[in-house]
């Protein structure tokens, strides 16, 4: 079994490392004039004008920080929000308060999208997701598909195994993917296995300050973690994640990182993590509660698995989590019952780092390994107890009885999924209606735009005897999973309301004005159509009139409150953007550095006359 298992893992190994290989097991693998062709799938995707999709699909935009939002089954892109990445269509990144929660840095790398749960189930008003690159999270609100609060989680280098939420969306746990000393202190390579750590960061939304906080994080040993889930039901108090590096290597973790047959799956339970930190049993960490594992037992478990697992969820019903072997063939059930149980008798099969290990054979219920399916990566599940595995070397998606470990059905897919996501499918009762794969590679799937590909998303229906793709629609870049939810449990407003209250908003055309205090010059004016009023006493109203050096901050109200009249505000030649939603009211502050004449402009077509919706920016030279 070993042998076999490094004879595959070489295999496997060798085929990241070289090109990708697509078996052919189903015969049409490698044809791309695949099932989607059809009429009657095409009928299976057709949404005729004036009606709506069946569900939302949310996708991570990967590194171009950005998050997709699709419609299933049409699989039309319908928005896309800018989330930890400017975006010059929505002034995302230039108004006050989204470059304030961008911080330092313009661009994020966003993997995995969660919905706000309750009970289990998505209750369609927030989505949350993780930046890799900056060690950040971020709200999202549906009612207004804006993003609401952007936290940098310290002490971490990159949450990639995050966002997946508690079943009432009491938290989400930010697991590093690079272990790094505390605060990013400076400390050499030699020094890894003391001064290095792999913090797993556990996050809180307060809803009613719509604001992200760390609650407290674990200092584990410096291991790269992978992905995480979150238990159900009976095990809802309770999370997964899984590590690779446990080797330790410093350098070429390619090769170091994958020397041991086994690496863990971390299980904790938070309310037991809870419970020390309400005992104060932390040391605070750049301000933060960090818990210490080896000194405070209890709460955090280790299980052996498969070498450099990926993957790892948990099943609907909370009774069983599942990891993806990556570099070995197979998929591993394990059982949380037995896994609670070894925990209760204190039956461990050693500790590393002080943290105990629970015995593999006594947890583990079976090992799954399809023939010839290479390189699981994640699965996801349906309303019959079937899982859906993705197989990113033999490009397929492996359907997979979970109480039994039976194949079932494999469908080829074009190619290298990564994530696959089903229709509500991080619930406790997913639908078993639709499966996306998010493949990783496009190759010859549409028309050519050069040697950069888009990936891909090919979305299957479920409800046949055999998984059936019935549509493949590119996406750019990468979907690290995605979240699909019924549209009609989001309820996104159509305007902003008339809140006379709400700071520097103007509502009366007569009381849009502009006040100067030292250097600074502010305005409080007005988008309607089709014009701005910036000063309802000048001789012309949509001037701003400032000196070379001054701070400029415009608060700009879109008194237009009618659905779909979205204005925006650009200024030429001064880099400066932001769009201003039917009753919104965005501010934007700037230094006037360079003097002279600068035109500005609606940037977002709202009327016959929008083109005459315009001013000037007249920037006066200092002396
Ligand atoms: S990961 Cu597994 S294939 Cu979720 Cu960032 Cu991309
Ligand atoms: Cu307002 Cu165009």
């Not at 935009?61 to 896309?80: E, K």
């Not at 809803?207 to 992200?212: P, R, Y």
């Not at 109200?557 to 939603?581: A, C, K, P, R, W």
């Amino acid at each position: 079994m070993k042998k076999l298992i490094a004879a595959i893992s070489g295999l496997v190994l060798g085929a990241l490392a070289s090109t990708v290989i697509f078996a052919d097991f189903n015969g049409n693998n490698n044809n791309n004039k695949n099932q989607s062709s059809t009429a009657s799938n095409a009928q299976k995707v057709y949404v005729p004008f004036g009606q709506k999709d069946e569900y939302y699909l949310f996708a991570s935009g990967g590194h171009s920080g950005q998050m997709f939002i699709y419609g299933v089954p049409s699989m039309r892109h319908i928005r896309t929000i800018p989330v930890f990445s400017p975006d010059s269509a929505t002034g995302h990144g230039w108004d006050k308060h989204s470059r304030e929660l961008m911080g330092e840095y313009n661009w994020g790398d966003l993997h995995h999208p969660a919905f706000s749960e309750k009970g289990g189930e998505y209750d369609g008003k927030y989505m949350f997701a993780t930046d890799v690159a900056n060690n950040r999270a971020a709200v999202m609100d549906l009612k207004t598909f804006t993003v609401k609060d952007i936290l940098e989680v310290p002490n971490t280098g990159g949450p990639h195994c995050a966002a997946f939420v508690t079943e009432n969306t009491e938290y989400m746990f930010l697991p590093t993917r690079f272990a790094v000393p505390f605060g990013h202190d400076y400390a050499t390579l030699d020094e890894y296995k003391t001064k290095y750590k792999g913090v797993m960061s556990a996050v809180t939304f307060n809803e009613a300050k719509q604001k992200l906080n760390v609650a407290y994080q674990v200092a584990l040993p410096p291991w790269s973690f992978d992905l995480s889930d979150a238990g159900k039901k009976t095990s809802k108090d309770w999370a997964v994640m899984t590590t690779y590096n446990t080797e330790l290597a410093t350098t070429e973790q390619e090769i170091n990182a994958s020397q041991k047959d086994r690496d863990y799956i971390v299980l904790f339970n938070w309310k037991e993590l809870e419970k020390m930190v309400a005992a104060g049993k932390y040391d605070t960490v750049n301000g933060q509660k960090m818990i210490d594992p080896a000194k405070h037992r209890g709460g955090i478990y280790l299980v052996p698995t498969a070498k450099s697992p990926h993957g790892v969820d948990v099943t609907p019903d909370g009774k069983r989590f599942i990891a993806a072997g990556k570099l070995a063939p197979a998929m591993t059930v394990f059982s949380f019952e037995k896994a609670f149980k070894a925990i209760k008798d204190k039956k461990f099969a050693g500790e590393q780092e002080g943290i105990p290990i629970l015995d593999y054979e006594s947890i583990m219920e079976r090992e799954v390994n399809p023939e010839n399916a290479l390189g699981p990566l994640h699965t996801q599940f349906d309303d019959k107890g079937f899982a859906y595995t993705t197989m990113f070397i033999s490009s397929e998606i492996v359907k997979w009885n979970v109480d039994s470990g039976e194949t079932v059905d494999r469908v080829p897919v074009q190619y290298s999924p990564g994530h696959a996501v089903a229709a509500e499918g991080d619930t406790v009762s997913p639908d078993g209606k639709y499966i996306i794969a998010l493949n990783k590679i496009a190759k010859d799937s549409y028309l050519s735009v050069g040697p950069s590909h888009p990936e891909s998303m090919q979305l299957i229906d479920l409800t046949g005897k055999k998984m059936e793709i019935i549509q493949s629609v590119p996406v750019n870049p990468e979907p690290h999973y995605a979240q699909i939810i019924k549209a009609n449990k989001v309820k996104p407003i159509v305007v902003y309301d008339k809140d006379t209250k709400r700071p520097n908003s103007i509502w009366n055309q007569k009381d849009a004005h502009i006040s100067r205090s030292g250097n600074t010059v502010e305005v409080n004016g007005i988008a309607m159509r089709s014009k701005f009023i910036f000063d309802a006493k000048a001789e012309r109203k949509d001037v701003i009139s400032v000196k070379e050096g001054d701070k400029v901050v415009i608060h700009l109200t879109n008194i237009d409150l009618d659905q779909d009249i979205t204005h925006g505000f650009g200024i030429n030649s001064y880099n400066l953007n932001m769009e201003v939603q039917p009753g919104q009211t965005q501010t934007i502050e700037f230094t006037a550095k360079k003097a002279g004449t600068y035109p500005l402009y609606c940037t977002n077509f709202c009327s016959a006359l929008h083109q005459e919706m315009s001013g000037y920016l007249l920037v006066e030279p200092k002396g």
